[in-house]
């Protein structure tokens, strides 16, 4: 939607009610309002909700930022896990719970996160997707500032925000684990911003590393300051590597001194997210769920680069350089040395083999972005939702952690079948073996640590099936022109000094459901020819786009988005179809 349009925004209607404001609808007359379509299994809407943080605080008394939550799984339709997941990212703003998308819908939303800037009259300013925003928000929320004081439309005062009472636990939403050489354990615990070291009763806290405060600071145990950490490698028996997920950076902690330090900063090169560390025995793997890599970290030398998966969000196997992958957030290595994954949002269970030399991604179980459940069964025909965390078991089978469905289950490589262990648990996100033959395992939303014995047989569950209740986008047979649109935020303009200012790559789940094969190139309109043998699947959009300061010294910026789009073929559809970058 372009600035000028002066397009009436819809109501805000959402069947959960509203979170974070007593229970009742707050006033926005007069205010700006920001809406941010997220659902909180998406490490780019995490993104995006960090970067909202410096607008809040620099215009708290005119925007409102309201969070309007689509889920993608049936989980995140849940109310009290989004009340949960409010707490645990930090979102100190209203949410309405959206769980049937009637909001999303209404503003004709395609792709999580989606901002949206209504102005104090009610209207439509701006739309845009994607992360990186916050320098082109910056310059509009100012606009609308000057504009509406002007006419004396504004309204200034507090947020309608309400903070929820505090529940004091030792561990909040803790993340990941390890096992230490004295016998205890160091766990992350994730949303106290801080590393824990636990007795070997696995609640005793002996040690706390981090002040408790998020930011990114060097120092001593009692002044360093993490950002929801994830991921834990002991390098060897006194150093311990940090995944500082939201600093986007490793941190190494020395156990002996309390002393953390950056090990290595991604801020400058991506918005990485690490979230789990596995070592191989010559490097550390890191998942980067934030940008759907893995990468390598060599602790010698502190060389920190890609290795596998090309950026692109999808569950595509192949050598290492040509994967696809979908927000990766658990690693283990077992004693083949293939490296397992949770490949958390196209709920699949992944490994790498270096069989021949060559390091070659392979899926066991998944089917793609939006297809989940709980099915057990041959690996083929199983179903996950989401899982956050795999565990190399002693009898060479691999244990996940179920997140989503609450469970863990068990996947055999022997004879290929998949298997519930146990369910009921809130939000598993790792585990290990103990020395006991035990499973330990997070159970993240329960903020604790709970051992599970690892039984002669699997548990016999009901089988249940899903697929993402994000309504299908419906387009006609033949040929459809597809546009990304893109305006540069006020006060810039488009960047082309070193070559072109945008580049949009398009493929499609299955590959054969576009008759010419992908698309590459700087155009940002282009018209694909539809199988008229297929009527349903994905449509993978990754769009970039650079715009500068209007200035003699500009600074540059670049906005992304990557879109799948389950598109449905029907007589009658619309041949167009829009996607909003920035507009």
Not at 190 to 215: C, K, M, N, P, Q
Not at 358 to 378: E, I, M, P, S
Request: charged letters at 25%; hydrophobic letters at 40%; glycine letters at 10%.
């Amino acid at each position: 939607m372009a600035a000028h349009a002066r397009v009436r925004a819809p109501r805000l209607e959402g069947r959960g009610g509203w979170i974070n404001t007593g229970g009742s609808a707050p006033d926005l007359s007069g205010k700006i309002v920001l809406l941010d379509f997220w659902t909180f299994c998406c490490a780019n809407c995490l993104h995006v909700l960090d970067e909202l943080r410096e607008l809040e605080a620099e215009f708290a008394d005119v925007l409102v930022t309201v969070g309007v939550h689509s889920p993608k799984f049936a989980h995140e339709a849940d109310h009290d896990a989004l009340i949960a997941a409010c707490e645990r990212y930090g979102v100190h703003h209203p949410v309405l719970d959206d769980p049937d998308l009637a909001t999303w819908k209404a503003f004709a939303v395609r792709a999580w996160p989606t901002l949206t800037v209504i102005d104090p009259a009610g209207y439509v300013a701006a739309q845009m997707s994607g992360e990186g925003h916050v320098h082109g928000l910056r310059a509009l929320l100012h606009e609308l500032v000057a504009q509406f004081d002007a006419k004396g439309a504004l309204r200034r005062g507090d947020s309608p925000y309400v903070a929820p009472e505090p529940e004091p636990t030792e561990l909040r939403f803790p993340g990941k684990l390890i096992a230490l050489p004295g016998g205890g354990y160091l766990v992350s615990d994730t949303s106290h911003h801080s590393i824990v070291e636990l007795a070997a009763d696995a609640e005793t806290v002996l040690r706390r590393f981090g002040s408790g405060e998020r930011g990114l600071l060097d120092g001593g145990a009692d002044k360093a300051e993490f950002n929801e950490p994830q991921g834990l490698l002991l390098l060897d028996e006194g150093t311990v590597l940090v995944a500082d997920t939201v600093n986007h950076a490793l941190r190494e902690l020395d156990l002996a001194t309390g002393d953390v330090r950056t090990a290595a900063d991604t801020r400058e090169r991506a918005q990485a997210s690490p979230w789990d560390l596995a070592w191989d025995g010559e490097r550390v793997v890191v998942a980067m769920a934030g940008i759907h890599q893995l990468w390598s970290y060599h602790p010698a030398n502190g060389t920190l680069e890609p290795w596998a998966g090309t950026t692109n969000e999808g569950l595509v196997d192949g050598p290492v350089a040509e994967a696809w992958f979908s927000q990766p957030s658990g690693l283990a290595r077992d004693e083949r040395g293939r490296f397992w994954i949770a490949d958390s949002e196209s709920s699949a269970l992944r490994y790498i083999d270096r069989a021949d030399g060559a390091a070659v991604v392979k899926t066991v179980v998944g089917q793609g972005l939006f297809d989940f459940g709980l099915r057990d069964g041959a690996a083929e025909q199983a179903l996950l939702q989401h899982p956050l965390g795999v565990t190399a078991l002693p009898d060479g089978s691999i244990a996940v952690s179920d997140t989503y469905n609450g469970a863990v289950r068990r996947y055999n490589p022997a004879d290929g079948q998949v298997t519930t262990l146990i369910t009921g648990l809130k939000e598993p996100s790792d585990a290990l073996v103990t020395a006991e033959g035990d499973l330990l395992v997070v159970e993240s939303a329960a903020h604790r640590l709970t051992r599970v014995r690892l039984p002669e047989e699997a548990l016999s569950v009901e089988a249940t099936a899903y697929r993402t209740q994000r309504p299908a986008t419906e387009v006609g047979p033949g040929e459809l022109e597809l546009e990304v649109v893109f305006e540069p935020p006020p006060g810039e303009k488009m960047d082309d000094r070193y070559g072109p200012s945008t580049y949009v790559k398009i493929s499609s789940t299955p590959a054969q459901l576009l008759l010419d094969g992908p698309v590459a190139g700087v155009e940002t309109a282009h018209t694909l020819r539809l199988n008229p043998e297929i009527t349903e699947g994905v449509l993978h959009v990754a769009a970039k786009a650079a715009s500068c300061d209007d200035g003699e010294f500009p600074a540059c910026h670049l906005h992304q988005q990557d879109w799948g789009i389950p598109l449905r073929i029907v007589a009658g559809g619309p041949g167009r179809l829009p996607l909003i970058l920035r507009g």
